[in-house]
């Protein structure tokens, strides 16, 4: 496994560091992205293998789960997944399996049960076997490439931060070059990964796995995917737990995510200038200010005079960008335990004496592979479609109303350049289906903000409830130590009991 974590267009992916290559005989790309039907053909039986990691719960295992490339051809070319159990440790406790759905789009399932997996099985006491995979295109899945020169991986030009006056001439190039590589190298392995095809993999595995319903946890990017299963399968849904959720606007899809982020990142600056701002930091040497309403404007001018005159680091070729300041905020709002490296950060930045360190997030670039999942799937899903002109007035509006973020988040991406149109249009979540469903969400989210997840919870209507935890940081359940909160999720997943109506968890 990787030692770090990288991101996507969205929030953090964890990625593998060594990918199965498999080969998978050529379909037409269009014919890889035509609308698909649910496989007839047999389910394989599972061949599990011992795979428990150095610091991961005990008994983990791991098998390959073959999938047709193309559902609308289910005895055609395969993929390959990989997939991993946690067994339940109580066996006469257990009542049925739990999927582990990742973020991303690019995080891996399989990692995501190894670092989860013990603390699950602290909190549901055997009640279910856990069970996770890697979406097509990650970690140990058949994966595909675009081909991207480094230049174009690093995580500030993945994101389409403008240039430091605001112009986007950049950015268009790059976006069309991106799109253009992965038109030509990406194959029909790209242009099947998608958030349908997701859905359908996890239902061809709960076939695997003998189950006639699942209960899920799925995080970030994960309750879009744990959303649209629910509406296409209710009746093999059981007890289903979202956590981190954003808007499923189905015409915007991951363009209204990427949007709502400069949202988020305003929610949850507070939370930081408060640490910052306290006296206690001063004993660390990271007590960047008397008062908390002083600490953004000192970032604000902090990454604009690194705007004109960047600051060499400790990684030779990168130097501290405003950009770059601005991207390492955004990764650092994900959880208070990365509020000290933030605010070291900035103190070398200040110092002309101090030379900056960057983090390998900030300082190299994302692996080929990752970046396609990361690009691959969003531009899959819907179509981007307004026009090159309309983006240079959006990163001017976004500057100004949102600076902490820079225009970014509605800014050019590849996707408006795709060469493909998605072959089948997003889910539309609605309140029809049974009512199973637990959406948990802190409050000050930097990547899906709340006001997003209000959004989920009205398209569910009836069928779910909402716990809001008055917190701060990406994912509540396991994540912020807010007992309540998990408290909450833990009943439901072990007795089924949900609160009558949507309900509020204080801060820890």
Not at 18 to 35: C, R
Not at 101 to 116: A, E, F, N, W, Y
Not at 282 to 311: Q, S, T
């Amino acid at each position: 496994m990787t030692s770090y974590a990288h991101q996507g267009l969205f929030r953090t992916l964890s990625a593998t560091a060594v990918a199965t290559a498999l080969a998978v005989t050529a379909v037409p790309a269009a014919q890889a992205g035509t609308a698909r039907t649910a496989s007839s053909a047999p389910v394989p039986a599972l061949t599990w293998r011992a795979c428990a990691q150095p610091g991961g719960p005990a008994g983990q295992e791991c098998a390959e789960l073959p999938v047709p490339l193309d559902y609308s051809r289910p005895d055609g070319p395969q993929l390959t997944l990989a997939v991993s159990r946690l067994r339940s440790d109580k066996p006469t406790a257990r009542r049925g399996a739990l999927i582990v759905i990742p973020g991303g789009p690019g995080g891996s399932g399989v990692q995501r049960l190894t670092d989860k997996g013990t603390a699950l099985r602290g909190q549901l006491g055997g009640a279910y076997d856990l069970v996770s995979l890697d979406p097509r295109g990650v970690g140990g899945s058949t994966r595909a490439s675009c081909g991207l020169d480094a230049a174009d991986r690093h995580l500030v030009t993945l994101r389409s931060w403008p240039a430091a006056d605001g112009g986007i001439d950049g950015n268009i190039a790059r976006a069309r070059r991106t799109a253009d590589a992965c038109a030509r190298n990406g194959g029909p392995v790209l242009r099947s990964l998608t958030t349908a095809n997701e859905v359908r993999d996890i239902d061809r595995f709960r076939q695997a796995l003998g189950e006639e319903k699942l209960s899920a946890w799925g995080e970030s990017y994960g309750t879009y995917v744990g959303a649209e299963y629910a509406q296409k399968y209710p009746q093999h849904t059981d007890r289903w737990v979202l956590d981190s959720n954003d808007d499923p606007d189905p015409s915007r899809v991951a363009r209204g995510w990427l949007a709502n982020m400069a949202v988020g990142v305003e929610d949850r600056m507070p939370d930081f200038a408060a640490w910052a701002a306290d006296p206690a930091r001063a004993d660390d040497g990271l007590w960047l200010a008397r008062k908390a309403d002083e600490v953004r404007p000192l970032f604000l001018a902090l990454a604009a005079k690194l705007d004109r005159e960047p600051k060499e680091t400790t990684t030779p070729g990168v130097p501290l960008t405003g950009t770059l300041l601005r991207q390492a905020l955004q990764n650092a709002l994900e959880s208070d335990d990365a509020f000290p490296q933030l605010a070291q950060l900035i103190k070398a930045a200040q110092d002309p004496a101090a030379t900056p360190v960057l983090t390998p997030d900030l300082s190299q670039a994302m692996p080929d592979e990752d970046a396609a999942v990361a690009i691959g799937v969003i531009c899959n899903d819907v179509r981007w479609p307004d026009p090159v002109s309309s983006y240079g007035p959006a990163v001017a509006a976004g500057r100004a109303t949102y600076p902490l973020t820079a225009g970014m988040p509605v800014n050019i991406t590849p996707c408006t350049f795709w060469k493909d149109a998605p072959a089948e249009p997003p889910a539309r979540i609605t309140d029809r289906g049974p009512s199973d469903i637990l959406l948990i969400q802190n409050r000050r989210d930097p990547d899906t903000p709340y006001s997003g997840a209000l959004r989920m919870r009205a398209a569910f209507g009836a069928r779910a409830r909402l716990v809001t935890v008055d917190s701060g940081g990406h994912g509540s359940y396991l994540g912020t130590g807010n007992a309540c909160g998990d408290r909450t999720v833990t009943r439901f997943l072990t007795t089924g009991q949900r609160p009558e109506s949507d309900t509020e968890c204080a801060g820890r």
